[in-house]
């Protein structure tokens, strides 16, 4: 992120349009040269044809269990119709299968309470609960029975619910123990209600501040459990212990095993092969829900770029990749990354990135590629993209932040290889502090994108803004990176960076207490 441009921006300058910066490393040869392509692309992109793009994925999602989870129908049918569009256009298309390890549910999880106001919670990451890592199957009805809980919470971190076997002193066998987040990690917890004859285990956030929501992935740290355990919010496990004699009914029917799912490939007929641009976005969802957002507005975004590029005759091969299986550990772009020979690699100038591109409360984030503002560069390159992407938002006087190469999506793999890399991102479960609510718009205090991995995460999730602004991003620097005649990028390195991502699609773990 530049300081200097950020600075006039944020603080309400109109930034008159400026040139995008020639991306030649090894020679300066050839400053931008598609600036009527640029022209022609952009206006040919529209954020509502993205959109009917995202109407055909939440289609397919809606006909096949609410998913385009990889692994199953719902993705090949995302995939096959992304292959449709490109054969149509003229793109020479490759379907890439591999295999993979699926870790989900075969079907959906089930809590509710039965007794008093039946009530049926909400499965999912900003639902109301989730079933743990290493969690067994089972379907449970029983009473909830509370293990020494602190309501309300003290102001720190301190419970010991469940931490001690005399917690358990008097539970009644058969019952479901509840349990509070504290000072020991889950797998003591449910060990020790294991231990005391409980038919199944729910533990609840703590309730101070930052610690009263669902985590992303609350795991047990292996095998031996044998009761289906669950980690639910403050607010369900307050409401789960204000009346003695609760019942409720809890289902988890998990399966892991061997799955294909594919990658899809299209490259341009025209444009110098050694010499190629690259834009991906992954085409998966979590099982949770249709994935209209994350990430079906970054895979319709380049979907809809490289439909109405196909008529063009670029100087660079250019490149659109549809992912699978980047949430189970951005698996997709990582099996093709290694696939390629050193001399293949060698010959993808840049890797662009797009994933969740119309975030409803969104900020509109470029990835930190010179890393003054995380402390994490990319490869040589990465500050151009980054400054490419700058001067496209300066030119329409908008407003932008850097956002952090974190891991968390597929660049991950092409910045370890040394591939220099960038992109666009709305957010995720972040929220919006009150500076950027002031800057951007929207609400503070909320997700950046409040159904992030959620059934809630459809077309009603999406931000026109957003997505129609990042549509027209892509177009311009697709258009200007596939017509740049100088050299448009540095050989990628054959070590692997210490950078190679290690989070689990956007998903951290967190196995403690």
Not at 358 to 387: C, H, L
Not at 396 to 403: A, E, I, Q, Y
Request: glycine share 12%.
């Amino acid at each position: 992120m530049r300081s200097r441009l950020r600075k006039g921006l944020l603080g309400g300058v109109t930034a008159v349009a400026v040139a995008l910066s020639p991306l030649a490393f090894a020679a300066p040869a050839g400053a931008h040269q598609g600036k009527d392509h640029v022209h022609k692309l952009v206006k040919a992109v529209s954020g509502k044809n993205v959109k009917k793009h995202l109407r055909e994925l939440e289609a397919i999602a809606g006909a096949n269990g609410g998913t385009r989870v990889s692994g199953t129908p719902g993705f090949d049918a995302s995939r096959d119709y992304v292959v449709r569009k490109l054969r149509g256009a003229g793109y020479d298309v490759t379907v890439q299968p591999f295999e993979f390890t699926f870790d989900g549910y075969v079907t959906p999880p089930v809590l509710k309470r039965t007794s008093q106001e039946p009530k049926t919670y909400t499965h999912g990451f900003f639902g109301d609960y989730v079933a743990m890592g290493d969690s067994p199957s089972g379907a449970v009805s029983g009473t909830i029975q509370a293990v020494d809980l602190v309501l309300p919470p003290g102001p720190v971190n301190s419970s010991t619910s469940g931490c001690e076997a005399s917690d358990f002193d008097g539970f009644v066998a058969g019952n479901v123990a509840l349990m509070q987040r504290g000072t020991c990690n889950f797998r003591i917890k449910v060990d020790n209600a294991m231990a005391a004859g409980a038919s199944a285990a729910i533990v609840f956030n703590e309730g101070q501040e930052g610690r009263t929501e669902v985590d992303l992935n609350p795991v047990l740290g292996g095998p031996g459990v044998t009761i289906p355990s669950f980690f639910a919010s403050f607010a369900v496990g307050r409401e789960l212990a204000a009346t003695a004699g609760t019942t409720v009914t809890m289902n988890w029917d998990p399966v892991v095993e061997t799955r294909t799912t594919y990658n899809v490939i299209a490259k341009t007929r025209k444009g110098n092969p050694d010499n190629v641009v690259m834009l991906g976005a992954h085409l998966d969802s979590v099982q949770e829900g249709p994935g209209i957002n994350d990430n079906g507005s970054g895979s319709a975004g380049i979907l809809e770029v490289a439909l109405q590029f196909a008529k063009t005759k670029p100087k660079n091969q250019v490149r659109f990749a549809f992912w699978g299986a980047e949430e189970f550990g951005l698996l997709g772009s990582e099996h093709y990354v290694a696939s390629l020979s050193e001399e293949e690699r060698a010959k993808i100038a840049l890797y662009l990135n797009f994933d969740m591109i119309g975030s409803p409360n969104y900020t509109f984030g470029i990835y930190d590629g010179d890393g003054d503002a995380f402390g994490t560069a990319g490869p040589p390159g990465s500050d151009v993209i980054e400054e490419d992407f700058e001067k496209f938002f300066a030119g329409r006087g908008l407003p932008f932040k850097g956002t952090a190469f974190t891991g968390r999506s597929d660049y991950g793999a092409f910045i370890a290889a040394g591939i220099p890399a960038g992109g666009l991102f709305t957010g995720a479960e972040q929220l919006k502090t009150a500076e950027e609510a002031a800057i951007f718009g929207g609400t503070a205090g909320i997700p950046l994108d409040p159904c992030y991995h959620s059934a809630c995460d459809t077309i009603k999730n999406i931000n026109d803004k957003a997505l129609d602004v990042n549509a027209d991003a892509i177009a311009t620097l697709t258009a200007t990176y596939a017509f740049d005649t100088g050299t448009i990028g540095a050989a990628p390195t054959a070590a692997a960076s210490s950078r190679a991502a290690t989070a689990q699609g956007h998903r951290p773990a967190d196995a403690t207490g």
